[in-house]
């Protein structure tokens, strides 16, 4: 097949989810040096407004605040900007857990902002983009969403539903024009690593992270992923058998 068409500034606005701190952030400073007006989303309104004072040119930043848990909310927050013509959906959230304390509750709430909070985000632009036969989606998932790992218990099962839904989604879209590329992000600085009190091998600074993720929206690459060093060889694991699988990782589980 042809490749698809990648949206350009003249298509329309970029929209950024989770843009008031780490990967959404520094995604939604990188596109505005680039040129684009980036509609950035997160819950907190003040550190969005921050973020737009500090964008660099040539583009700008249009601070948008929604919880993308509320998906009438979601919508209606987007309806007086746009068109989208490239969304990075990057708001997400993690908890670690683990079989004694497992709550259905935490346990529903990650579900709720990584899956369903994505999926809310789609619904709001989706329609625009098959109608307009352009767009570009990019899913901020992880390669916790390639095999089980150690204290990922809802997190790990929330990355892989966006991972299977993202591919879903490229084949569903694709006739339409509409580009759907899959963020697999291995350890990054952000504030949600801040919390892991075990270590986190090759951990990438969120500027350098930021930058990866915005060269891959330009490739023709469906899964963007970094730190290499670190992501390839978990690729590799998700094609062992499953007791070699767990002989290698037993070794992490946490005492
Ligand atoms: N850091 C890593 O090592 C790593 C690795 C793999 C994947 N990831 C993924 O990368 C994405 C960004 O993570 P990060 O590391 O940059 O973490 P972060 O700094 O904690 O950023 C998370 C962002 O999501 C937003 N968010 C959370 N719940 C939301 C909600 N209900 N509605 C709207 N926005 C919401 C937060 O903003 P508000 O609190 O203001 O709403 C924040 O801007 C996540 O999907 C994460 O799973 C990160």
Same mark, same amino acid.
């Given at each position: 097949?042809?490749?698809?068409?990648?949206?350009?500034?003249?298509?329309?606005?970029?929209?950024?989810?989770?843009?008031?701190s780490g990967i959404?952030?520094?995604?939604?400073?990188?596109?505005?040096?680039?040129?684009?007006?980036?509609?950035?989303?997160?819950?907190?309104?003040? !550190? %969005? $407004?921050?973020? &737009?004072?500090? #964008?660099?040119?040539?583009?700008?930043?249009?601070?948008?605040? =929604? *919880?993308?848990?509320?998906?009438?909310?979601?919508?209606?927050?987007?309806?007086?900007?746009?068109?989208?013509?490239?969304?990075?959906?990057?708001?997400g959230t993690y908890q670690p857990?683990?079989?004694?304390?497992?709550?259905?509750?935490?346990?529903?709430?990650?579900?709720?902002?990584?899956?369903?909070?994505?999926?809310?985000?789609?619904?709001?632009?989706?329609?625009?983009?098959?109608?307009?036969?352009?767009?570009?989606?990019?899913?901020?998932?992880s390669v916790a969403?390639?095999?089980?790992?150690?204290r !990922? %218990? $809802?997190y790990? &099962?929330?990355? #892989?539903?966006?991972?299977?839904?993202?591919?879903?989604?490229? =084949? *569903?879209?694709?006739?339409?024009?509409?580009?759907?590329?899959?963020?697999?992000p291995g350890f990054i600085k952000t504030p949600l690593t801040d919390k892991n009190d075990f270590p986190m091998p090759f951990l990438m600074p969120v500027?350098?992270a930021?930058?990866?993720?915005?060269?891959?929206?330009?490739?023709?690459?469906?899964?963007?992923?970094?730190?290499?060093?670190f992501?390839?060889?978990?690729?590799?694991?998700?094609?062992?058998?499953?007791?070699?699988?767990?002989?290698?990782?037993?070794?992490?589980?946490?005492?």
């Open positions: 097949m042809t490749s698809l068409h990648t949206p350009t500034q003249a298509d329309g606005v970029a929209w950024v989810t989770g843009a008031s959404g952030e520094h995604v939604a400073m990188a596109l505005a040096a680039e040129g684009w007006t980036v509609l950035a989303s997160a819950r907190r309104a003040e !550190s %969005l $407004a921050a973020l &737009a004072e500090r #964008a660099p040119g040539p583009g700008r930043i249009i601070p948008v605040a =929604l *919880d993308i848990t509320d998906a009438d909310g979601v919508k209606a927050a987007l309806a007086p900007h746009g068109p989208v013509a490239l969304a990075v959906l990057n708001a857990d683990e079989a004694k304390s497992l709550d259905p509750t935490t346990f529903a709430r990650t579900i709720d902002v990584n899956l369903i909070g994505t999926v809310n985000c789609l619904a709001a632009i989706l329609p625009g983009m098959i109608d307009r036969r352009r767009g570009q989606v990019a899913i901020v998932s969403g390639y095999r089980g790992l150690p !990922s %218990l $809802a790990g &099962a929330s990355k #892989a539903a966006l991972n299977n839904m993202a591919e879903s989604l490229k =084949l *569903d879209v694709e006739r339409y024009g509409i580009k759907v590329q899959l963020v697999c500027e350098k930021a930058a990866r993720l915005v060269a891959g929206l330009k490739s023709h690459a469906f899964q963007i992923t970094f730190p290499r060093r992501t390839w060889p978990l690729l590799l694991l998700r094609r062992f058998p499953d007791a070699l699988y767990f002989m290698m990782v037993r070794g992490t589980v946490p005492k």
